[in-house]
C-alpha cells in the first residue's frame, strides 16, 4: 500500500485529503508541521509528500529542498498564491506538480495517482491506482472509464479495492456487504465476484485485478 505524507496546517484541508485518499487505498500521515513530517520521513520513509507551502515553521520550498538532499521522493506542492506557482515552476525546486487551493480532492487524487504511475520504477503499478472510488454515487472508475456495477458489486469491489493486498473470505465480506448476511448464501459472493471480473475484464482483458485465495477468499491483486 502506498504511503503518503501531507503537510498542512490546516486541519480541515489535512482531514479532506486523507479522507478521499483513504478511500482509494492509500495509506495517509498527517502533520501540521514540516520539522515534524521531515523526520517522519526521515525515520520511515514515504512514496510521496503532499506539501503546502505556506507552513508555520518552514516555508515548504526550504522543506523541499531540504528532502531532496536525502531523496527523490514526489513532492505536490499545495499552493494558494500565483507568486508562488511561479516559483515552483520556475526554480529548480524539485516539486513534482502542484495543486491551486481551493482544490477539489479528487483531482489531486487523479494527480497522485498520476505522478506514481509515472515514477513507478518497476513498470507495474499497484493495482488501486487504476481506480477511483466515488463513494457519494456509488460509482467506481476503472481505469477512466466507469463501471456498470449493481449495489452490492460496488459494496465488494469498494472493500477490495481500499485495501490492495488484504484477504477478505466470503463470511467477512458478506458481513460488510449484506445487511442481512443469514438470508444470502455463500455462492452469492462468488457469483458476484464472477461478474466482477467480467466486467473489469471488458474493460481491459489483459489483467486480472481480483485474486482467489483457494479455501480462504479473496483480495485486490498488489505488486509490491
Ligand atoms: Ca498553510
Not at 492509500?26 to 523526520?39: Q, R, S, Y
Not at 498520476?114 to 488501486?128: H, S
Not at 487504476?130 to 452490492?152: A, G, P
Request: glycine share 6%; with cysteine; aromatic share 8%.
Amino acid at each position: 500500500m502506498y504511503k503518503i505524507l501531507i503537510v498542512e496546517d490546516e486541519p480541515a484541508i489535512a482531514e479532506n485529503i486523507s479522507y478521499v485518499l483513504n478511500s482509494e487505498g492509500f495509506e495517509t500521515k498527517w502533520f501540521a508541521t514540516g520539522i515534524d513530517a521531515f523526520n517522519e520521513f526521515l525515520a520511515n520513509g514515504s512514496d510521496l509528500i503532499i506539501l503546502d507551502v505556506g507552513l508555520p515553521d518552514i516555508n515548504g520550498f526550504e522543506l523541499c529542498k531540504k528532502i531532496r538532499k536525502e531523496s527523490n521522493v514526489p513532492v505536490l506542492f499545495l499552493t494558494a498564491r500565483s507568486d508562488e506557482i511561479d516559483k515552483i515552476v520556475g526554480l529548480e525546486i524539485g516539486g513534482d506538480d502542484y495543486v491551486v487551493k481551493p482544490f477539489s480532492p479528487r483531482e489531486l487524487s487523479a494527480r497522485i495517482k498520476a505522478i506514481l504511475r509515472r515514477v513507478d520504477q518497476k513498470g507495474e503499478v499497484e493495482p488501486n491506482l487504476l481506480f477511483q472510488i466515488f463513494e457519494d454515487k456509488n460509482r467506481i472508475k476503472y481505469k477512466d472509464k466507469t463501471l456498470d456495477l449493481s449495489r452490492y458489486e460496488f459494496k465488494i469491489l469498494s472493500i477490495l479495492v481500499k485495501r490492495p493486498g488484504s484477504v477478505y473470505s466470503r463470511d467477512k465480506l458478506m458481513d460488510l456487504v449484506w445487511d442481512d448476511p443469514l438470508m444470502s448464501m455463500d455462492r452469492t459472493i462468488d457469483t458476484h465476484i464472477k461478474n466482477i471480473r467480467k466486467k473489469l475484464k471488458e474493460i481491459e482483458p489483459s489483467l486480472d485485478m481480483i485474486k482467489t485465495h483457494r479455501g480462504v477468499g479473496y483480495s485486490l491483486k498488489e505488486y509490491k
